[in-house]
C-alpha cells in the first residue's frame, strides 16, 4: 500500500501521520506538497490535522482551493480512499467531499486532552479492525471541531450508517449535551463521518497520536491496520 500525505503552509501533524503510517506499511509515505497535482501510484490520501494556511477565512476554506485539492477529487470520484484528521476533516467539508461543518467549540476555547469515540460501524476499511460499540481512547487538540450538519443530512448519515465514530465516555455511554464525553459540543456526539461510498473517512480527534507503547499506547493503530488490510487484500 503506498501512502500520500498532504502538505499544506500550516499543516504540523504530518510528520506524527507518517510515523502510524510507516508503522502499518513498512515504508514511509509521500509528502506531497500543496501546489503539486500527482497522485498516480497511491493507494491512500492523507489530510492531516494543523492550521492550514492560518486558518483564515475558516478552517480549511483555503485549503480547499489549493491544486492538490483538484487532484484529490479526482482522486475521490474514482474511488480512492481518504482520510483526513482535524484540520484535514475540515478540509474535506470545505472541499464537499464529507457533508457538514466543523464549527467554533461549544465552550469557545481550545481544546487539547484525551477523550473516549465509540466505534458505530465496522464495515469499513477505516473501522473493520473494531467491532460496533467499541471504545478507544485518543487525544484532540482543536478549537473549531464542533461538528454540525442541516437536519436533513443528520438523518441520511445516521439512517445509511456513515457516523463512524461518536464521542462517549470511557464506558460508551453517549450524551450529546455533556462537556465530559463531548467535549467541543458536536451534534448528537458525532465525532467522524464517512463519505456515501464508505472511502473517504473525516474524524478530528487523533488516532495517530497512539500507534505505539512508547505513545502511551496503541488505541489508535486498529484503524491504520484495518486501512492496510483494505487495501492490501
Not at 3 to 18: C, H, L, Y
Not at 159 to 179: C, L
Request: glycine fraction near 12%; aromatic fraction near 6%; hydrophobic fraction near 40%.
Amino acid at each position: 500500500m503506498k501512502a500520500a500525505i498532504v502538505v499544506f503552509p500550516g499543516t504540523n501533524r504530518e510528520r506524527d501521520m507518517a510515523i502510524a503510517l510507516r508503522r502499518v506499511t513498512g515504508q514511509a509515505p509521500r509528502m506531497i506538497w500543496h501546489h503539486e497535482t500527482d497522485l498516480i501510484g497511491i493507494d491512500l490520501v492523507v489530510l492531516p490535522g494543523g492550521f492550514s494556511y492560518g486558518d483564515y477565512l475558516r478552517c480549511g476554506a483555503m485549503a480547499a482551493h489549493s491544486p492538490i485539492m483538484g487532484a484529490v477529487r479526482d482522486f475521490a470520484a474514482k474511488g480512492g480512499h481518504i482520510l483526513g484528521v482535524c484540520n484535514g476533516f475540515q478540509i474535506l467539508t470545505e472541499s464537499n467531499l464529507l457533508p457538514g461543518a466543523l464549527l467554533r467549540n461549544a465552550d469557545l476555547r481550545f481544546l487539547s486532552q484525551d477523550c473516549h469515540l465509540r466505534v458505530e460501524v465496522e464495515n469499513t476499511p477505516f473501522t473493520r479492525r473494531w467491532k460496533k460499540g467499541d471504545i478507544f481512547r485518543t487525544p484532540l487538540a482543536h478549537g473549531d471541531g464542533n461538528y454540525t450538519a442541516d437536519p436533513a443530512t443528520l438523518e441520511l448519515l445516521e439512517g445509511e450508517g456513515r457516523v463512524a465514530f461518536r464521542y462517549a465516555d470511557a464506558k460508551g455511554n453517549v450524551q450529546a449535551d455533556d462537556r465530559a464525553s463531548n467535549p467541543n459540543g458536536s451534534v448528537n456526539s458525532i465525532a467522524g463521518v464517512l463519505s456515501e461510498n464508505k472511502r473517504i473517512c473525516g474524524m478530528m480527534p487523533h488516532p495517530e497520536d497512539l500507534v505505539d507503547p512508547l505513545m502511551g499506547g496503541e488505541d489508535g493503530l486498529p484503524l491504520f491496520e484495518g486501512l492496510v488490510e483494505a487495501l492490501v487484500r
